[in-house]
């Protein structure tokens, strides 16, 4: 099991709090720092206030040399196809190759109202993401030149000089639909991600895009985690992320480690290979430690 370590810097963080926990992170030994990509917070005041997440990437990418790095996920939203390709690959290039996008549709409407940007009714962002995956490949691995003439977005003889320094940089698409999603995933993705669903919708999922796909994709799930050595430590880790110790335990991976390792064996028997653990106090580096040493291993 790969276990990869998930930050929501649009809570409240700097680039420097986020440095620490990728530093953390590889010194630990987890397999990947991962971000969100949002501009406005979901509750709290959001101070300091937003980062972008392919700037911070790209400065992990130079001070970081083990881990790969990543969104879960970019907003589709966001950015248009050709330069998104172009930060992606340079961000790969930067890291010598240790880098994954996370694509989606984009959901936050408020986000978007705050920040100016444009949010399609839910059909056209499902379009618009096709065409920028298809896009993205395109652009990344094209010989020549690479012209797309699609719904949303037209590339005209573009050099086809978008060269990332995997021969295949992995994209993660992630969700729950019953229809569109399984058929992104198993047509554009090399991996597919369930974030913050029970055991058994998670399983369901998997199954969807099992069922159309034939090819062989990495399956994950992305879980809030709040770990600790004994009841009291379970506790206080979580009020400080404002969360209620019970609920959390019977929703998210939170526990005694003991606990925890059994709730992420349950996704490893369902078919995920790889876990995102959603951390949310940046502060508490004890946290990704405790993990470290005592869940693991045993993984």
């Not at 406005?40 to 997440?53: E, H, K, N, W, Y």
């Not at 913050?196 to 199954?207: I, K, N, Q, S």
């Not at 946290?287 to 291993?297: F, G, K, M, N, R």
Request: hydrophobic letters at 40%; a negative charge; aromatic letters at 8%.
């Amino acid at each position: 099991m790969d276990v990869r370590i998930f930050t929501e810097p649009q809570q409240g963080a700097t680039y420097d709090d986020l440095l620490r926990v990728a530093r953390t992170t590889e010194e630990c030994g987890f397999d990947a720092f991962f971000r969100s990509d949002h501009y406005l917070t979901m509750g709290g005041d959001g101070r300091p206030g937003p980062t972008d997440a392919w700037t911070t990437l790209a400065g992990l990418a130079r001070e970081t040399t083990r881990i790969r790095l990543g969104t879960l996920v970019t907003a589709g939203t966001f950015r248009l196809p050709g330069p998104l390709a172009v930060a992606v690959a340079q961000v790969d290039q930067m890291s010598g190759g240790r880098v994954e996008l996370g694509l989606g549709t984009g959901w936050y409407d408020a986000e978007h109202t705050a920040f100016g940007i444009a949010f399609p009714p839910l059909g056209e962002r499902f379009e618009r993401l096709e065409e920028q995956l298809q896009i993205l490949r395109g652009l990344w691995e094209s010989d020549g030149p690479f012209s797309f003439a699609g719904k949303h977005y037209q590339l005209t003889d573009n050099p086809g000089l978008v060269t990332p320094a995997q021969q295949r940089l992995p994209v993660i698409i992630g969700g729950f639909g019953a229809k569109r999603t399984p058929r992104l995933a198993a047509t554009y993705a090399d991996e597919f991600n369930v974030p913050f669903h029970d055991l058994p919708e998670t399983a369901a999922a998997f199954d969807r895009v099992r069922a159309v796909s034939s090819r062989a994709l990495v399956y994950s799930a992305a879980q809030v985690v709040c770990v600790g050595a004994d009841d009291g430590e379970v506790a206080r880790r979580a009020k400080a992320i404002g969360r209620d110790p019970d609920k959390i335990r019977g929703e998210g991976l939170a526990g005694t480690p003991a606990e925890v390792v059994e709730k992420i064996a349950g996704f490893a028997e369902a078919g995920a290979t790889r876990i995102y653990l959603q951390v949310l106090d940046l502060s508490d580096l004890g946290h990704l430690e405790l993990i470290a040493s005592d869940v693991l291993p045993h993984l």
